[in-house]
C-alpha cells in the first residue's frame, strides 16, 4: 500500500524471545496504530500513536510495548513473546478523507509465530 | 469488546447475485466505514458514511445507516469473482481518533 511499509512480513521465534515490528510511512502522517488479526475476533488495537513519543494503550496492549522516535517509524515490541502472541498484525495510519472525517491505510501485515 | 458485530459472518452466492453485508456496533459514532480485506492483504477502505447520513453509493456498493439502531448494512450489486473477500465494518466513536473493527464477513462469489 502506498507509503506504509512493514517488516518484517513474517517472523518465527521462540517462546521468552522479544520481538520488534517496524512500520515505516513516508507520507508524515501524524497518527499510527498497530491491530492484531485473530480468526474470530477480527482486528483489536493493541497501541496506537498521536505523535512524536505520544502513544497510547488499545484494548489489548498487555504483553505489547510501542516507541516512536520518529514520525516515520512506529515500533510494536514483544517484551517476552509467548504462543498467545501468535498473530497476524497491522500497522495503520489516519489520512484525512475529506473536511476532519479520516480513514485508514493499511500495511501488508506481519505473520508472527512464537513457538 | 468489539464495537461492531457482523452478520453473516459467511456468505456464498453465486456471481451476478447481489451481496448483503449487516453491522451492528454499540454506541454514539462520527461515521462508519466499510473496509475489505483480500486473502493474505491488509484492509482497503472502501466507503465511508458520516452519522447524518442514511445512504450512500459508491459504484457497485450501498452502505445504509440507522443510528437510532445502531446498525449499517453493505451492499454488492452484480457481484464479481474478485469480490471475494472479508469485509468489515468500523466505527469512529465521537471523541476518539481510532476506529474500532467488527469481527469480518467473509464472502465468497462462485463463478
Known amino acids: 500500500d502506498a507509503g506504509i511499509t512493514q517488516s518484517p512480513r513474517h517472523k518465527v521465534t521462540e517462546t521468552g524471545t522479544p520481538v520488534t515490528l517496524r512500520c515505516h510511512q513516508t507520507?508524515?502522517?501524524?497518527?499510527m496504530y498497530w491491530y492484531r488479526q485473530d480468526p474470530g475476533h477480527g482486528l483489536r488495537l493493541i497501541h496506537y500513536?498521536?505523535?512524536?513519543?505520544?502513544?497510547d494503550k488499545g484494548e489489548v496492549s498487555d504483553g505489547y510495548s510501542v516507541s516512536r522516535s520518529k514520525t516515520e517509524d512506529f515500533l510494536l515490541t514483544l517484551e517476552s513473546a509467548t504462543s498467545s502472541q501468535t498473530s497476524v498484525y497491522f500497522c495503520?495510519?489516519?489520512?484525512?478523507?475529506?473536511?476532519?472525517?479520516?480513514?485508514?491505510?493499511f500495511g501488508s501485515g506481519t505473520r508472527l509465530t512464537v513457538v | 469488546s468489539q464495537q461492531g458485530e457482523e452478520d453473516p459472518q459467511a456468505l456464498s452466492i453465486q456471481e451476478g447475485e447481489n451481496a448483503t453485508m449487516n453491522c451492528s456496533y454499540k454506541?454514539?459514532?462520527?461515521?462508519l466505514q466499510w473496509y475489505r480485506q483480500n486473502s493474505g492483504r491488509g484492509l482497503v477502505h472502501l466507503i465511508l458514511?458520516?452519522?447524518?447520513?442514511r445512504e450512500k453509493h459508491s459504484g457497485r456498493l450501498r452502505v445504509t445507516l440507522d443510528t437510532s439502531k445502531k446498525s449499517s448494512s453493505l451492499l454488492i450489486t452484480a457481484s464479481r469473482a474478485a469480490d471475494t473477500a472479508s469485509y468489515f465494518c468500523?466505527?469512529?466513536?465521537?471523541?476518539?481518533?481510532?476506529?474500532?473493527f467488527g469481527q469480518g464477513t467473509r464472502l465468497t462469489i462462485n463463478p
Open positions: 458514511i458520516r452519522s447524518n447520513e
Open positions: 454506541t454514539s459514532i462520527n461515521n
Open positions: 495503520a495510519i489516519s489520512e484525512e478523507l475529506r473536511g476532519r472525517e479520516y480513514g485508514y491505510t
Open positions: 468500523a466505527t469512529a466513536p465521537q471523541g476518539a481518533q481510532k476506529l474500532v
Open positions: 507520507e508524515n502522517h501524524r497518527y
Open positions: 500513536s498521536y505523535g512524536v513519543k505520544d502513544t
